[in-house]
């Protein structure tokens, strides 16, 4: 039992060898990273967001450090639908991890002809609906922040999904999370992915202006973790438990400790991002440290999960 | 004793020295063995490695320069990204030297290391400096801290292009900031004050400030564009080496573009990663025999890059 626990996890119908992903943008499309970790001996890889066509992103800054965080506005730079699929593909072909595509757009249309261009491709085993990036001017958030808009979204998405699983991100930059987790469940997501970073802005007192081009960018890190935590439990609490709908949590993870409390707050799997660029290796030693506490604790994943006492 | 990662890349360093040099300028050596030694012993001018500082102590209150008290109590997560002043092959270890300022809460941190600390670093990335083949005449122009990949270009050149006549230019705002070893009155006038590192290599160099305390009064551009108004050599024959200030960096390209002479500098940006996947450090770049304009990775795809491939922002 001890050398090889076994801490899988069944995430929506899809077998996990263990509950660790890298998160969206924070681990390229697996070569950059794969340099220093084995993308194979994660449970979960999930692509920086894709769009129909290529995006420049943001002018620069687009990012800026803050005490125990960091703010982001790339803009969602990437290199669009037909480079992903003739140069990175191929890549993720290679790979034994269950490769999720993260995908966002200006309009559902877009949405939609990317998932329905990859729907077939044999190594995804779904996709992670970004309708939270708070840093694109057209799209991004605006389809996150409204019930209607979410449920409109996600139900054109689930639709082209075909056999593959939709996990549908969502945004902390809202009054009631659950209301907006409700709208993606009834309109047909499997999973909830939380939360993607929280609107934020740092001054420069010398210029008296933002420090990003963009002005405001995404929070991410350790300063978001209890707030992120709080919104696993509270989102398992109202809306994913009852419907069955697996959470996979995240927001300032840089430990195995980290990890298992979005697990006890509800979370099925957990997402590293920002941890990735300071430790490329942090999700190989936050694998083991589960392992370790499910060994010293006599426990396993599936009893970890929304375990939260009162 | 070296604990090196199973990873390639994320490596761990010891640290050998980390001398004062100037009011806020240190050299940082880092020793690496084992399996490390090798990759940093193959770095080239301009590559870059990311360092963790986060586990780094700040100094003393009274040790803290009172302009940056205020910004060292912030605590920082991120690594941060220098370029090396000199790699040195010893056997099997590699020595690799850092020039660095102190100008904020990980750069203050820095200045306690001491001999025997190990420090993790992932590195060397980036693309360096491209040789100057076909070239007789090689041309490097720092300011301020971009003296450093500068140095270790200087020797590089030195030692493998014997026949490539090399000039070097520093720059900085008056005498007391510029980064090297040796004060310049110690050093014997030429033209203009060569400086002792350079000159340690037997290269010619000039000196520009701001306020004339050292050299020639004004910026190092002014006096790179006087010294080719009277070199009397052909542009096809020269190439540009330099790294600095973006404001200094946009004048240099624009004087290697009148003058039709091939131009590399080495960027700076914000960093996240260093490592190609955060997408941080935007540089904007033309497209050839187009009006658009692409954006490129600072730390993969540069830190150098021709300079007359960059938009400049102002
Ligand atoms: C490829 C590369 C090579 C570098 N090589 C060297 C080197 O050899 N020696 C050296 O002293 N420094 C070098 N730098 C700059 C160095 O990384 C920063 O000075 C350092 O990160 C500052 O950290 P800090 O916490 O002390 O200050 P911070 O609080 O992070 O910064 C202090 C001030 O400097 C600005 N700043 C910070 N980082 C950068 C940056 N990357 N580009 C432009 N402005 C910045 C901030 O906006 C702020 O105003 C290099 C940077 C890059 C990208
Ligand atoms: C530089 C950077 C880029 C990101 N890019 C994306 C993206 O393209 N799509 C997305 O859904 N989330 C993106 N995110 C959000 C992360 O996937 C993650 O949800 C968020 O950073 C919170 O986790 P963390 O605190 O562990 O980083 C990005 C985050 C960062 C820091
Ligand atoms: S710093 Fe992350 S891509 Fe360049």
């Not at chain 1, 973790?225 to 949590?249: D, F, Q, S, T």
């Not at chain 2, 070199?231 to 573009?257: F, H, N, T």
Request: aromatic letters at 6%.
């Amino acid at each position: 039992m001890k050398d090889n626990v076994d801490i899988s996890v069944d995430f929506a119908g899809v077998k996990l060898a263990n509950p660790v992903f890298t998160a969206s943008g924070t681990s390229g499309y697996a070569d950059e990273l794969a340099d220093f970790v084995d993308i194979n001996l994660l449970g979960g890889f999930i692509t920086k967001s894709i769009t129909l066509k290529p995006r420049k992103g943001n002018a620069p800054p687009r990012i800026v450090e803050t005490d125990a965080g960091m703010l982001n506005a790339i803009g969602l730079a990437n290199i669009g639908l037909d480079k992903f699929i003739k140069e990175k593909l191929p890549i993720l072909e290679r790979m034994t991890t269950a490769v999720f595509v993260n995908v966002a757009g200006e309009t559902i249309d877009e949405y939609v002809a990317v998932v329905e261009r990859l729907a077939t491709e044999r190594v995804i085993a779904g996709f992670e609906l970004n309708i939270s990036c708070p840093n694109v001017a057209k799209g991004g958030i605006s389809f996150g922040t409204e019930p209607g808009q979410v449920s409109e979204i996600t139900s054109a998405v689930k639709k082209a999904v075909g056999e593959k699983i939709l996990i549908v991100k969502l945004t902390p930059t809202v009054t009631d999370i659950s209301v907006i987790a409700n709208a993606a469940v009834e309109a047909g997501a499997d999973a909830l992915s939380m939360v993607n970073t929280f609107t934020a802005m740092v001054i420069d007192i010398e210029t008296r202006k933002p420090v990003l081009a963009n002005r405001t960018g995404g929070l991410s890190g350790p300063a978001i973790k209890p707030i992120a935590a709080y919104l696993v439990n509270k989102v398992y609490n109202e809306v994913a438990k009852k419907n069955r709908i697996p959470i996979l949590g995240g927001g300032g993870i840089r430990t195995a400790s980290d990890a298992i409390e979005f697990i006890i707050a509800g979370a099925s799997a957990v997402a590293v991002g920002t941890a990735n660029f300071i430790e490329p290796d942090c999700t190989t030693k936050i694998i083991e440290g589960i392992k370790k506490y499910c060994v010293r604790k006599e426990t396993n994943i599936k009893e970890l999960i929304g375990s939260l006492g009162k | 004793m070296m604990v090196c990662s199973e990873n390639k890349d994320v490596f761990s360093a010891v640290v050998r020295s980390n001398k004062k040099i100037g009011q806020r300028f240190y050299r940082l050596g880092l020793e690496f063995s084992g399996d490390c030694a090798e990759p940093f012993g193959k770095a080239r001018p301009g590559q870059f490695a990311e360092l963790d500082l986060c586990g780094t102590a700040l100094p003393r209150g009274e040790a803290i320069p009172e302009d940056l008290c205020d910004m060292a109590e912030r605590n920082i997560l991120l690594r941060r990204p220098f370029s090396f002043c000199d790699v040195t092959v010893k056997g099997d270890k590699t020595v690799v030297d850092i020039l660095y300022d102190v100008v904020g809460p990980a750069t203050l941190r820095m200045t306690t290391l001491s001999a025997g600390d190990s420090i993790s670093i992932i590195g060397p990335l980036g693309n360096g400096f491209a040789m100057p083949s076909g070239k007789e005449t090689a041309l490097l122009v720092a300011g301020g801290m971009g003296a450093g990949p500068l140095l270790h270009l200087a020797k590089v050149l030195t030692a493998d292009y014997p026949n490539i006549k090399v000039v070097a230019f520093a720059g900085a705002k008056t005498a007391t900031t510029l980064p090297f070893e040796k004060r310049l009155d110690e050093v014997s006038e030429v033209l203009g004050f060569p400086l002792a590192e350079f000159a340690g290599y037997g290269i010619e160099s000039l000196v520009a400030t701001d306020d004339g305390s050292a050299g020639y009064k004004g910026f190092v551009t002014d006096c790179l564009l006087e010294w080719l108004g009277r070199c009397g050599l052909a542009a096809k024959d020269m190439i540009i080496y330099s790294c600095g200030p973006e404001k200094m960096l946009a004048k240099v390209a624009e004087i290697a573009q009148e003058k039709n002479i091939d131009c590399q500098i080495s960027m700076e940006r914000m960093m996240a990663c260093g490592i190609g996947i955060c997408q941080s450090c935007a540089v904007e770049c033309k497209v050839a025999g187009s009006n658009e304009t692409v954006y490129k990775l600072c730390c993969k795809d540069g830190p150098v890059f021709n300079s007359n491939e960059i938009v400049f922002s102002n």
